[in-house]
């Protein structure tokens, strides 16, 4: 079953703007993940945080979490064309992921050139 | 360095019929673990094995099977394929299991079964 839900479902936006994505979740994590996906192929990890940690950065990237709303949320800024892709939030549970990572349904971002 | 490898690209199967996929890690990892993505959703989690054992397993049923050989490639089987089983499957990579404090998953480009 799905962990949580990420929003919106989908978000279109000029290049060079600045794109928010929401992540909920439901159980106590371990950390969480954020990963890109283009066009239905292979996932590429794109930044973790751990449940201690408030906020990290990765070059134009900008990751939030808040474990007491159990949500997080995924900045990029200055968004170019590239950046056109679908954004997950997966969740590593409390118990040390032997589930494995529990991904939402996803957020599908169209960046207009 | 070669990333995570995946075979085949894509595969056309009928109902009933049963399905090997194959997954070879980076080298130097450990740990393999088996997705499914059905159109329109995230992945959900089916096995993940760790020096050659199951260390977890996701809410899927008995017709979904796997094992990893000694030189940590996996292979991830599916017994009296249904309609519904038509996916994109994922493998991912990583350098242990078990505790994820640090683990960032590494995935492969993914097997496209369609179930006819």
């Known amino acids: 079953s799905q962990q949580g839900e990420e929003d919106p479902q989908a978000l279109s936006i000029q290049e060079g703007e600045n794109a928010t994505m929401n992540c909920s979740y439901k159980?106590?994590?371990?950390?969480l993940q954020w990963y890109r996906q283009n066009s239905g192929r292979g996932l590429v990890h794109l930044i973790l945080?751990?449940?201690?940690?408030r906020e990290k950065h990765s070059g134009r990237l900008r990751v939030t979490l808040d474990t007491s709303k159990k949500s997080s949320s995924l900045l990029i800024t200055a968004s170019r064309a590239a950046d056109t892709a679908s954004y997950f939030c997966?969740?590593?549970?409390?118990?040390?992921?032997?589930?494995?990572?529990?991904f939402g349904k996803g957020t599908h971002l169209i960046i207009q050139p | 360095d070669a990333g995570v490898t995946q075979s085949p690209t894509h595969l056309i199967k009928t109902r009933g019929q049963h399905v090997t996929l194959r997954c070879s890690p980076i080298?130097?990892?450990?740990?393999v673990s088996w997705y499914q993505q059905v159109l329109g959703q995230g992945p959900q989690f089916i096995f993940q094995?760790?020096?050659?054992?199951?260390?977890g397993r996701g809410n899927f049923p008995d017709r979904f099977s796997a094992r990893q050989f000694p030189n940590y490639s996996s292979e991830l089987n599916v017994n009296a394929l249904l309609l519904g089983d038509s996916a994109l499957y994922l493998c991912?990579?990583?350098?242990?299991?078990?505790?994820?404090?640090?683990?960032?998953?590494?995935f492969g480009p993914g097997t496209r079964l369609t179930v006819l």
């Open positions: 991912a990579s990583s350098l242990v299991g078990g505790t994820w404090l640090h683990n960032e998953q590494f």
């Open positions: 159980t106590s994590i371990n950390n």
């Open positions: 945080i751990r449940s201690n940690e």
């Open positions: 997966a969740t590593v549970d409390s118990g040390g992921g032997a589930d494995g990572l529990t």
């Open positions: 080298s130097g990892h450990k740990s």
């Open positions: 094995y760790y020096e050659k054992e199951e260390r």
